[in-house]
Each structure stands twice: as structure tokens, then as C-alpha cells.
């Protein structure tokens, strides 16, 4: 089973032999690397450019003007926020030219803790990205879905965001959950396509012949199906909401989790219906809890729920704290932790009116 | 590169342009200053709200625009513009009522819907970019489409313009960065139009490199610092420019000396700056000179084109505004719009 | 009555005269101009910098650092937004070094819309800034206001985030409203402060003797007393939510407009204190509507008061598009306006659990 | 400059440097080395997430440190330093302990109490302001303690050290512009220790200035570049570039050369690597020719040295995490700390 890393290799040279993409740019993502996750090892297109985060997002804005197919890395989200001006041309070029340009181009960068990152490589990104007008904003949760949302990312005409939660970048696929054509046998594909040890001069990827998969953008997936308590997440924190509600379960608490998969669009319609069914919501994610992205989300929610809610709606996010520590005693008590997302899940269980 | 036959062709010092060069020059260098008086006009009538323009850099600006390899796609010239830049586009083709419509704010404005400030212009026909008004971003983009330029061959080539203040910004040293890389240095000709101003503030109390093209000089990069006030010298000088970087595929970083004779803005007044060289009555003057147009023939260029941009205004003036509804289109492409040009 | 851009004026010179400022640097603040907005005019200690966001910031860190008091101008908050990076190190400076160092700067920037200024004159950063941990944040929607939060955020020992409405730079105080020691005479005030027009090189402003006022961060300010709904806000909207409160009288609406006037903190006892009186809420900003800061405010409202609401929390903001547009007709269709408000406050008031 | 007494003082090629100096940056040189070594065998061990460090970077580093006047506030010199620096701060008389306590992220770990990755510094008493890892923001900061120590007077500058790579972001200009304000030109000591690498791409793919240091000229800044990695050059070079900035209160770009023995990080293996110039090595050759030092001498401070740090580490290992709660210390502060010292 392909990991996501793995996975987001074949989207990308999927998308560069047949869907148009030209260069896959920034730092240490060509020879020898191929990515500090390896996630562009053995691609055609990939280039190393100067360590210079503007230039790379500026680099690939021209790129998309001149009617190009560029996918820009930022090495971590972490050290994206001197372009934030950039990000906002970007996502406004379309709007300010009234139509005569748009910008097509896909940002990617690995986001999130989980991998003793301390201050600077366990960043998340989803509340600055989602004000970000004009951009399109995918977060996969599985190689699977990595590799689907890469390929719509790839042909949307419009500025795509790629958060690939880092701490997944070597989880596998669960079976049911492959992508069509990959070989069975992991290590048959890691010969196939992970570039050997040492020197890589010679080398050359061969690429099992795995089909167009376009997963929509907007389509969220349920993970788990529940009549207690609707949890929304995404990203590394969907995996810890599938395991809660799998302890739950014992307890008589069903608790239905869906992976949004994209935060813009964001597929209102089976929160919606979620919430209707068990009326109680959480929303799980990792960034730094205030103006967070679920706090949008239980905006609306109290805007078109809030006569079917039998418990206020929740969120369980990050401190509020300048950075994730280094320490695994400072970083648990600063991102949300399984136990507890189960102890949320059961006190909206519980909760009485 | 000195001994390449172009540059012999142009580098002579008493090669005079051809006189029909000059009178079109002339012309659009006139229709330019004559549009900025009218936008300022507007302004000082509550016939819109912001001016910013290039009064001052016309006999640069014109001579650019006239140089551009104009169309859309590869093989054309990219360009990376910034706010001073009306002379180029009229040199372009564009029309200045179009102009009068974005300082309006009306539905019809090509460039933008109503929605951004005059000067900021966007036009695919021609490569044109969208202008924005932070300063600088455009010299982190421009490496974008040369890049794109380099790999397709060909002579189109990538032209990012901005002002002397703005090269403080690190995207400027970006430009410089990108532009050079061993193996992949692009046709990508930078220039910077300094007018010694970042609104208030002097040039020479913010940056200590005496000329600001030497900063190319560490990269390898080919410089050089022209009096922009002349539009001889500026075409001249440009065609030299832009065809070592048609040919060679290499940057060249030009400097050029222009006025800012309005001032910074309208928000600083917009008033005419005595004390600051007039590329225009200087070009004029010597036209007259050296007989090649009458002060008879000005007079009525100047008469006949002042009449059309008050038809133009009038026009306008009558144009509706944009519907409060299109606020949301265009906040999302339906299809690649990028690609259609032929390549 | 001193204008809001006198009252930040004074303040700055009470600063570098009693409070150890040493720095106010950005673009065009020293002379000739003392700032677009003429709000650095006669300052001893202003003095012009290249322009370059990134090394404004970097430099105010870096003098505070050093034991200095700087005050770092922003021209315009839309062009702020490739500093977030150095905002990021900023605030989490004493937090990084285990409290070895600290970061005492003010940032000041003007935001919002309202003076037609198109695309890049009008954003509002409320919702990137309050993301930030480790910064105080504060929008005076009042010249005395402005001065005393100023003069708060002069002697904080944290980065401290000053957000002066644009619109509002020239409103003049309230009778009332005064800040002490200004003299009662507008007139006789310019001639005092304002720099005259032309040539200003042998100009030097003769100051009032305006004494300290402190105004802490974290004390909301009640504009309007009312029972039926509450309506939090800053910055401009608070004139627009007291005009509209003020409408709405006519038909027996009373509501409570609170001017939150410091985001982080937030004096959220008194929005507390209001709902529970209320029952109904209404956040309002300029910003764009998604992960909007007043979402946060939600989320807290339905954490804490869910079960005293007799109507879901609402929030007006900005349209999620990427720009406001120039036309007047694109701008209002953007930022939420006085007829709006009236709306909004009337459908919380009528509306029946 | 170049007739001043202490220029003529450092510049003669063969003045050796006293053995007592000698001796004392060779101590330091191998006891960067070897804690650098201890920290890699930690991680290799599972003590610690993260290791990235200096190991090849002591001959310049260490100098450095020995050169640099000492203390807190204007009047001594402050340090922004990058995540190679170990060999500056055990010059300047940090314990080798204190590295392993933040590897090993224990509560007792004094740069960032058990957050930061080890060789993130933070040391107020010696003005060393804290190290942090996005690349090259120390270049935007560092004006700022130098434009107070402008105003201040005296003898205190400002040293802020980078990588090659790092040099592409916009920062690094952003220092050049702002140090050489005509007028305000800074009292600023620019480094770039240059290792032909940014993690796995070479500068030579990416850069085309051959010397990094030319970036300096446009801007009027006196430049250099040297071997890093031989401790003589390095300790003559920045005496000679600190006593200019000290006594000039001008800027200064120094670009050295050095080594980078054990790879980018524990990232990539952090596996020593052969090809490289090892300046230490070539150093102890040196001594004993020279009969500074002999074999066994090195062997016995080597093998103490060792124990030492061995020592160091069972009493890290057994230091207790930092508690839960400890993430909301510190969040704000409560009093301004940075003005403490004496000024
Ligand atoms: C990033 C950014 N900062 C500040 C401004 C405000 N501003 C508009 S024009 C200008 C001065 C620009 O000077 P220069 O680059 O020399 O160009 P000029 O206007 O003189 O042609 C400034 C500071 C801006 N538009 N963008
Ligand atoms: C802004 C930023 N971008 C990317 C990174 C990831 N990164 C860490 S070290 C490094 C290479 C730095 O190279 P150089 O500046 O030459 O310093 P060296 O490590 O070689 O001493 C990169 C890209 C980072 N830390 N910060
Ligand atoms: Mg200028
Ligand atoms: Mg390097």
C-alpha cells in the first residue's frame, strides 16, 4: 500500500504526463533530494530553486500567467508567512482584472505537529489559509484521497492549496482504500519508485500506471458513521477522531466523523445533515484556537442549526500559544490528544439540554 | 556582446532616429501628458477619487512601449508593470478613454470593472499583467514568465519595471537572484525608473549604492543608467537592452532618470513641480529645432487631442457604475483563460 | 476637539517626552511629510526608512530588543502582509527564549474602508492579527481613545498591535469626550500641532501639556446602554452600530453597542455581562467574513452562554471576496453599512426562540 | 582605513598569533567538536527529536566568540546568530552541558527551557538574542540593536551570521540597504559562513555571484572573503573587519568559507563526511609541527574532554521534562526585561 508521500509522487507525475504540469518548484525538491519528505523524487519536472519562499510563490505565479502548470513547495507551512501578500495576489488575480487573468497554479507545503517538529516545523495553516479569498484549500487525510485531490488540484483552473498533514506523509493506505494500479506489494513499489540510498545519479523511477482519480473538491467523506455526535476534522486529526469513536463505541456512544477533505469549498450540505441527525457537533483540528477555521464552522453552524442543537457546539483545537514545544509533555498539552477528543465526544454525548 | 552587430547598429551617438520614429514618439508622448492632465482634472472635478500616473516618464515609457514585442503568449513580451506606466500601454494601443473609465470607476473599464484605481492596468491581449498597487511583488512574479520564455526559445522576453524606493523591498533582490541562476539565467530585463522619490521621502537619504544598477554588477548581471527625461537616448538605449536579452537569453538590469512632475499622487496635490525637468517641452524644443515639427503643428496636436479626451470624459461621465452583485464574480476562474493565446 | 490622527499625535509626543520612546520609524514618517495621514508631524524621534515592511519590522525588533522603545508605522495594514513571518517572531519572542527576552515594540497601521481607497486602502487585519499569540491588539474608535491606548501600548512590555481606522483619522472627539489638557479651540489646536502647508523646515509644533491617561487594555467601553440585543464592535463600525442603535429607538430597540476598543485582551466579562441582560448578540466588523475573529466571539458566546440565548449569535463582516472594489457601489455591497446593522439588530430583536 | 595603526598591526601575512591563543581556540575548536559529536551519538540514541549543529564551522566560530566584547546592553556587542553557532557560544563561556540539556528538551535547558531544537540560543547576559529557525529573519532584525548602538556611541556593534543559501532571501538585502543609509551607515558586522550548501542544493546551482561578498559593493560596504575554515585567517580577518566597524561605525560583509563535516542534520544521517576540509585536523597538524602542542597532549585533552561531556550527559539524562502547563509561561511578558542591563 502506497504511502501519502508515495502517493502524492504518482499524482504529481501523473499530473506532469498528462495533465499539463510544467514545474514543480522550490527548495531541494529535485536531484538529489527529491523533497525533505521525498515527495518529488524521480520527477521530470521537479527543480531546485534558491532558498527564497518569495521568490518561489512569485516564481510560480508567473509561471501560471504565461499559461504554465506550476506546483510550488513550501519546504514547511512554517516558513510561508513572508508571502502571505503574495498568497492574497494570487488568490485576487482573477477578481482585480475582472476575469482577464486567472491563476492556476497549486501551492503545496506539509503542515501540522506530531513529528517532534518544536517551533518551527509543527506550524498549521488552515486558519490563515481559509481568509485567504480566491484560493481553493485541500487538506488529505489518506494516500488515497492525497492523490485524488492532488489531480483535481492540478487541473483547477484557480489557486490550489496542498496541506499535506506531515505527520501522515508515511501512513499507508488501509485496505478498500488503495489507488487504482498500484502494485499490492509495498516493497514492490517502494522499488519501484523511492530512489535508493546514496548515490541516485543513474537512477530512474518506474512508475506503476495508476488511472485518473479526481476526487471533488467540496466532498467531504464520512469516516465514520454515527447517531451520537457529528465530529468535523480534517487532516492529521481525523485519524485520532476515527480511533475516538472507535473507543466510544463500547460506551454505547456512536459518534459519526467526517473528513471536510477541502476547507474551501467545504461541503456544508453532510455537516448539515449530520448535525441534523445526531445534534451535537465538534469540530477538531490543530491550529491555534483563536479565529480558527472551526469557529467558522460553528458560526454557521448557529446560524442555520441552532434550533436542532442539543448541546452548544464545540471545538477542540490548539493552545493559544505562540508555538508547539519541543518536549512530547509541551507539545500533548498544546495540541489536541485522543483522549482528549474522546472526553469532548462523550461530554456532548452526555450532555442534557 | 559589444561587438555583436546590433549594437553597433544603435550605438552610435549622432545616429538620429528616424524623423517618423520621433513624430510618433512625439505624439504618444503628448497623448500621454495630455491624458494624466485630464485624469487629474477629473480628480480635482470629484470625477473619481485617487490619482496616481506617469506624467514625467513619457519619453521613457513611450519608447518602451513602442519597443514591445506586443501580443499574448510566449513568444510575445511579458510585462510587469507598475502605476506610472499610461505612456507604455498608449504606445501599446491602448485607448485613453479607458483610462477615463477606471478613474470613473465605471462597468466599463477594461482594465479592472470599476474595481481598482487609475493606472492599474491588465490587459492578456498584450502580456500585460495585472498591475497592483503594492510596490515590488511584480520583481518576484516577472521571474515567472521568463522562466516560461527560456524553456519555449524564441525572442519573447519578460520586462518587470518599477521605481527607484521600491528596490528596498526584497523582491527586487529576488529578481536579481532568480534572474541569474548558473544554466538558467532568463531574458528578463529589469528596470527601475528612478524619479529620486519614494513619495516624501529623498533617494539619497535612504540608499547608499550611488547607482542602483550596480547592484546587478555582483550577479554577473549587464547594467546601465540612462537619462530617461530624453526619448532618444531611451530608445535607443532599450533596443539595446532588449536585444541583448532577446538574443543572449540573459538579464540586463537598466536604470533610467525620469521626473516626477505631478508629484507623488493626488493625495500630495498633483500639481505641476516646476523645478523638475520636462521631458516633453525638452523633446519639443528640440523637434522645432531641428525642423521636424512646427510650434503651428504642436499647438494644434495639442488642441485636437485635448478635445477628444473632453468627448472621452463627457462620454464616460455618463457610463453606469458596476452592479453592486459583481462584487462576486471573478472570485473563482471557471476555465484557464492563461493559455488561449497562440503559442 | 483633536482629531483621531491629533490624539495619536499627541500621544506619540507624550511617548518620546515621558515614556522612553526612541523610535518611530516607517515610510514617510519623518519630515517633510510626518506621515500620510499627518500623524508623525513635529516628532522628535520620527525619522523616515527605506521602503521595506520587513526591515521596519526587523528593525523595531531588533531595537527592542536592544532596550529601546520603537514604534514601527505600517503605511498602510495592506501591506503588511509580508511581515506575518517576523509579526509571528515578534509575539512569540519571550515565549521562544523561556522569558530571556521580550519584545516590547508597537506596530501601528492603519486599516479598514471608507475613504474609497480601492484595493489595497481598505483591508482590515483583525482576523490575520488576533491569530497572532503573544500580541496585544488594540482599535480606538475615539480620539481619546486613540490616546490613551496608545499611551498603554507605549509602556506594555509586549508587542502591541495599534489598528487606526482610517476613516475615522479625522473625526474629531465628542464634547465629553476630550482628551485632558487639549485645548477646547480646534483651530487654535492645528495652528498648535498641525504642520501648515509648503515649506515646514523651520516649523516646530508647540505641544499642549496633555497629561498621562492610561487606558487599560481589556476594558470594553458600553457607547449605547439597551435591553433588547447587544452589539459588539471596534473600530469604525462603532459609529455605524451607535447610529444604527440610535435609529432603531424610534421603535422601541434598545441596543447595547459595546466598543470592545482592545481585541487581545478582550474584556469578554462585559460582553458576557450584556448577553446575559440581552439574550441576543450581534458581532460586527469590516473584515471578511471567514475565520473572522468575531466567529471566535461566537464560539465563546455558545461555549458560555448557549443556554441564556434567545437567539442564535449573529455576525456582520466584510463579503468573503478578495478585494473591496473602488465604485461605491462595490464597496457597500462589501463592507457592511449602517442600513445593514439597522437590519440585523431588528431581526435579533424580533426574532422568537 | 587601510593606514590605520591596527590594520598595519594585524595585516603582516606571517605574524603568528601568540600560543596562548592558539592554544586556547584550539581547546575550544575540539570542545565544539566534541559536544557536536556527543549530540549526534544522542540522537542516535533516542535522547533527543532533532540534531543540527557546527561541526566544521569551529575555526571560524570559535575566533568569533574569543573576539567579540562580551556582556549585556549598547555597550557590548550583539549577536544574531544562526543554528551553526555552538562554537561561538562555548567561546563566549557557555557550558557544554546546557547544549545537551535542550537536546535532551529538559525543563533545566536554559536557552528555551525544553521548547526549542538544540543550538536555538538565547543568552541576554552576553546579548546574544534568541536563535531561531526560519532562515536568514536575524538580517531584518539586526539593524535595529545597531541603529542603538549608532545613537549610543562607544565601541558596541552589531554581528549578525548566516548561511550561503539564506542570502537568496530577501532579508539579507534588506540588511545591506539598511546599513548603509548615507548618514546612518551601521555599525553591523555581516557574516556569511558560506558551505556550498543549502541542505541537499549547492550554491553553484543556484547563485551566480561568485564571491557573496560583491553584493556589498554596490552599496559602498567594505567586503571580504576568506578561509573560514583556518583559525589564524579567521581570528586576523575579524579582528581587522571588527576593529573597521567598531572605530568607523560603517558597516562590514565578511563572507569564510568553511566546512560542513556532518552533513545538513540528523535529517540527513549527520554522518561525517570525508570530502570535506576538516579545520580542526588541519589545525592539530599544525600545533605540532609548529610544537605548540603535542599528539599526546591532544590525545589526553580528547579523552577528558570526552569523559567530561560523558559525564554531563548521565546527569542530562536524568533531569526532569518541562511540566505540561509550563506553555502558558511566558506567553506574555510582565516586565521589560531587555533594558536591565548596564548601559
Ligand atoms: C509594499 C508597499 N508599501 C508601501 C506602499 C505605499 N506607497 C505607494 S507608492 C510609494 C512610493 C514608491 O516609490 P518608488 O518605488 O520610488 O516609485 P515612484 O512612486 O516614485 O514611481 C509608497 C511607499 C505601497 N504601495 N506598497
Ligand atoms: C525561511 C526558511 N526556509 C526554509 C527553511 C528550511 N531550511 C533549514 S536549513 C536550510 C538550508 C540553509 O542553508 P544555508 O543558509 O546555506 O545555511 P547552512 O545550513 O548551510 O549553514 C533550509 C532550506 C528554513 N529553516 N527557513
Ligand atoms: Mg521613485
Ligand atoms: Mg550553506
Redesign the interface.
Known sequence: MATMVQAIRMALHVGEERLGV??ILGEDVGPPLGGVFTATQGLRTAWN??L?E??I????????????R?IAEIQFCDYVYNTI??LK?AGG????????????MVMMTPVGSGIHGSLYHSHSFDATATHL??W?IVMPATPRDAYGLMLSAIVD??PVMFLAPKALMRVKSLPGEEIPGEPGDDKQLAKMIDAPLGDRSAWRPSWPDTPDLFIPFGEAKIVRAGETVTVVTYGRMVMECAKAADELRAEGITAEVIDLRSLHPVDWATIKKSVQKTNRVLYVNEETEVTNFGEHLIRRTVDELFYELHAPPRLLAGAFVPYVGLAPSLESASVPQRAGIVQAIRELAKHRP | MNTSPIHHATNGVDAHLAPDLLVRMHELMLQTRLLEERLITMIRQGDG??WIGGPGEEAFNVPLGLLVNKGE??SHD?L?LHYRSSGTLLALGAEPIDSLRQMK??KT?P???????VG?Y???KWNV??I??????Q???????????K?AGGRGI?IVQGGD??T???????CL??A????N?LPLLMIVTNNSY????TY????????IS??G?????KTATIDGNDPEVSYRELQKAMEYVRTERRPFLLEAHVSRLYGHSS?SGANFVEDEVDGLARFEARLVERRILSRATLDDMRTRMTAELLAAYQKVREEA???????????????????G?A?
Open positions: 510544467t514545474d530553486t534558491p527564497d518569495r521568490g510563490i512569485g516564481a510560480a505565479m508567473g509561471l501560471a500567467l504565461a499559461g504554465q506550476p501578500d503574495l495576489l488575480m482573477c477578481w482585480s482584472s475582472n476575469g482577464d487573468f486567472n491563476c492556476p479569498p480566491g481553493k483552473p484557480n | 477619487y485617487f503568449g510566449l511579458y510587469h470607476s465605471v473599464d482594465y479592472s470593472g470599476g474595481r481598482n484605481f492599474h491588465s490587459a492578456r499583467v495585472p497592483s498597487s503594492p510596490i515590488e511583488v520583481f518576484s512574479m516577472a521571474p515567472g514568465t521568463a522562466i516560461a520564455q524553456r519578460t524606493a521600491g528596498a523591498e526584497g523582491d527586487f533582490a529576488t537572484i532568480w541569474s541562476r548558473p544554466g539565467e519614494g513619495i516624501s521621502t539619497g537619504t535612504q540608499h547608499g549604492e550611488p547607482r550596480d547592484r554588477k555582483a550577479f554577473g548581471i493625495s457604475p458596476p452592479d453592486p452583485s459583481s462584487i462576486w464574480d471573478h472570485v473563482f476562474a471557471t476555465k484557464n483563460v492563461n493559455d493565446g503559442r
